[in-house]
């Protein structure tokens, strides 16, 4: 989801009999639930492909703030602007949790961000869509939150210690982005017939890229199965999806509003609701670079960083200079 | 050289008078801006009422691979512990 296409690094899942004695062991604490910290001994494999993960996460977090901070100038009232204010401040922060636990793995904050801004880095597609009005901002909060949040409960007890501690942090400060949202599209379903049709399309619009932000299904990829076994992963992306549509749909029929979705039904036998796929090469498309909005979101991080560099740099020599005078004045 | 800021770990003391605790870590030019920052990034909500930063190159760490020597010693000596003895039920609380 917001790391939505990880490729695992190595080759899969490897016996016991295949495995080396540090590799035998390694795995044996992950299956004893024994957190994994900094300076343990790790397969390269787990070290590279945690780094991808959660650096595409902490991207997502950064990237995310740019289709809601499009808002907060234009934000109806000024309690839901110093609300979103909040929000996309937290996205912020848990952008910057996720950067340190990378860093735990031998990473630079430097290095993340040139991979960022040089395209080889991806970021959630899910952010390559626009906010065209409020609704939008209430949509993004109930539903994009929504699925941050069905990906980031189980994370928490992902099998690498400063994961799992970002993990915990970030999801103690998830469920008021959600309820926020959900409290716009609240205001919204009830109001007037004009607020009520932005609400239903702000819902038509982000209900198939929401779905997509579990990534397309891997219950056949060997990757997966390498991640699932290492626990930096904890369910498939299939079973993700399938909860959030089950938990999204009394939520939105509470709204009064309509899932764009003919099929979806309620499946007794599985007990849980059938649903459409999402379009897979619209998703593709977008991840490759062709969303309606990618090319605004790097425009606008390339900037950031770049218009921020003398400030950067500024505050730097600054700093040097002062712990200069300070060891001569010793 | 790097002109990346360096990396300061974060401690935090909350409402109700336990001891500072390692919240995470950030990047900052100076002592001073990491103390504002932490404040940004571990405050948000009332977590705490001080903050320690100190910066990480300065931390002295064990390493895992001397969790024996270190820790071992320890398991060996059951009587630190007060249910090691049994205390008759006459005396009443100890
Ligand atoms: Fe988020
Ligand atoms: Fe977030
Ligand atoms: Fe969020």
Redesign the interface.
């Known amino acids: 989801m917001y790391a939505q296409l990880v490729k695992t690094a190595g080759t899969g899942v490897k016996t016991r009999e295949e495995m080396s004695d540090e590799e035998r062991n390694f795995q044996d604490r992950v299956d004893r639930d024994e957190k994994i910290?900094p300076?343990?001994?790790m397969p390269d494999d787990y070290r590279a492909t945690l780094i991808r993960q959660i650096g595409q996460h902490a991207h997502s977090e950064i990237v995310g703030q740019l289709p809601e901070g499009n808002w907060i100038t234009r934000a109806p009232t000024l309690e839901r602007k110093a609300i979103l204010l909040?929000k996309v401040?937290?996205e912020a922060?848990h952008g910057?949790?996720l950067y340190?636990a990378a860093?735990t793995l031998g990473v630079?904050?430097?290095e993340l961000t040139e991979e960022l801004l040089s395209g080889r880095m991806k970021y959630s597609s899910i952010f390559n869509y626009p906010t065209l009005n409020w609704a939008d901002i209430g949509a993004v909060g109930w539903l994009v939150d929504g699925a941050a949040i069905m990906n980031q409960v189980p994370l928490q007890r992902t099998s690498y210690g400063p994961y799992s501690?970002?993990m915990i942090?970030i999801c103690k400060?998830e469920s008021f982005h959600q309820r926020q949202g959900y409290d716009i599209m609240m205001k919204m379903a009830q109001g007037s017939d004009a607020q009520r049709r932005m609400a239903q399309d702000a819902l038509n619009r982000f209900w198939y890229p929401s779905l997509m932000m579990f990534g397309p299904s891997d219950k056949d990829s060997v990757h997966s199965a390498q991640s699932l076994a290492w626990k930096i992963k904890i369910d498939t992306n299939d079973e993700l999806r399938q909860r959030f549509v089950d938990q999204t749909v009394p939520q939105a029929k509470y709204l009064g509003l309509t899932i764009p979705d003919e099929n979806l039904k309620w499946n007794e036998e599985r007990g849980a609701h059938d649903f459409s796929e999402p379009d897979w090469a619209e998703f593709f498309n977008v991840i490759k670079g062709k969303g309606p909005c990618n090319v605004d979101r790097m425009d606008a991080r390339v900037a950031a960083w770049e218009d921020g560099a003398w400030v950067?740099?500024g505050?730097?020599a600054?700093?040097r200079k002062?712990?200069a005078t300070r060891t001569a004045a010793e | 050289m790097s002109k990346e800021w360096p990396l300061w770990e974060v401690f935090i003391r909350g409402q109700h008078g336990l001891s500072h605790r390692h919240v995470g870590s950030l990047h900052a030019p100076d002592a001073e801006m990491a103390i504002k920052n932490a404040r940004d990034v571990y405050t948000r909500r009332n977590e705490g009422v001080s903050i320690w930063v100190v910066e990480a190159q300065h931390i002295a760490a064990s390493s895992p691979e001397e969790k024996g020597p270190l820790y071992e010693p320890s398991n060996s000596k059951v009587y630190r512990h007060p249910t090691f003895f049994d205390i008759p039920e006459e005396v009443g609380h100890m």
Do not use: F, I, N
């Open positions: 910290e300076k343990d001994w909040a401040q937290d922060g910057l949790y340190c860093e630079t904050r430097d501690r970002a942090r400060e950067r740099d505050l730097l600054h700093a002062k712990s």
